[in-house]
T-cell receptor, first 110, second 114 residues
Framework: QKEVEQNSGPLSVPEGAIASLNCTYS??????FFWYRQYSGKSPELIMS????GDKEDGRFTAQLNKASQYVSLLIRDSQPSDSATYLC??????????FGTGTKLQVIP | ETGVTQSPTHLIKTRGQQVTLRCSSQ?????VSWYQQALGQGPQFIFQ???????GRGNFPPRFSGLQFPNYSSELNVNALELDDSALYLC?????????????FGPGTRLTVL
């Protein structure tokens, strides 16, 4: 079992729709969770961090964390073509180790 | 822009050579982490430096080594380059290196090994 799992996609959504990106992790001791956006050929850019169970909203983005289910998700409301990118889920497992998933490619269709 | 810089942007080396990549952390950050990202994969943790000491290491062989300087900038050194070392090398800076720290990435160095 991979430590951090994401569906590689591509996930295609029409412009204006809600995109839902999911991530599961294996280490129950994981303490913090991050979503990064990565455009092709560029470095990852932080979108959201979340540490506690529940929802965290920032503009069009909402991160959701369920530690009991070892599940973290990212919702993007009113998706725009500029949101088309690969979204990386990252989990800080402590011991100075951050593990990334392989990323989900999102395509927003105009 | 995160304030994290890396040099060089691109690099081409041949198998068996050695390479040094450099990273300047964001102002106020004392921790630098290095990652290797192969095409189509997520970043893989190489190691982390906190206050000039290695503070955690991933599953990379000893030919991957690093340094952190008093100004918190850092170097990644790779000896005896192999073809599979071709990747995007990312450094990320953070404050304090704790479990809830947020890492901010530099633009990366694209290494090609021929």
């Amino acid at each position: 079992q991979k430590e951090v799992e994401q569906n590689s996609g591509p996930l295609s959504v029409p412009e204006g729709a809600i995109a839902s990106l999911n991530c599961t992790y294996s280490d129950r001791g994981s303490q913090s969770f991050f979503w990064y956006r990565q455009y092709s050929g560029k470095s990852p850019e932080l979108i959201m961090s979340i540490y506690s169970n529940g929802d965290k909203e920032d503009g069009r983005f909402t991160a959701q964390l369920n530690k009991a289910s070892q599940y973290v998700s990212l919702l993007i409301r009113d998706s725009q073509p500029s949101d088309s990118a690969t979204y990386l889920c990252a989990v800080n497992q402590g011991y100075q180790k951050v593990t990334f998933g392989t990323g989900t490619k999102l395509q927003v269709i105009p | 822009e995160t304030g994290v810089t890396q040099s060089p942007t691109h690099l081409i080396k041949t198998r068996g050579q050695q390479v040094t990549l450099r990273c300047s952390s964001q102002s106020g950050h004392n921790t630098v982490s290095w990652y290797q990202q192969a095409l189509g994969q997520g970043p893989q943790f190489i190691f982390q430096y906190y206050r000039e000491e290695e503070n955690g290491r991933g599953n990379f062989p000893p030919r991957f080594s690093g340094l952190q300087f008093p100004n918190y900038s850092s170097e990644l050194n790779v000896n005896a380059l192999e073809l599979d070392d071709s990747a995007l090398y990312l450094c990320a800076s953070s404050l304090a290196g704790g479990a809830t720290d947020t890492q901010y990435f530099g633009p990366g160095t694209r290494l090609t090994v021929l």
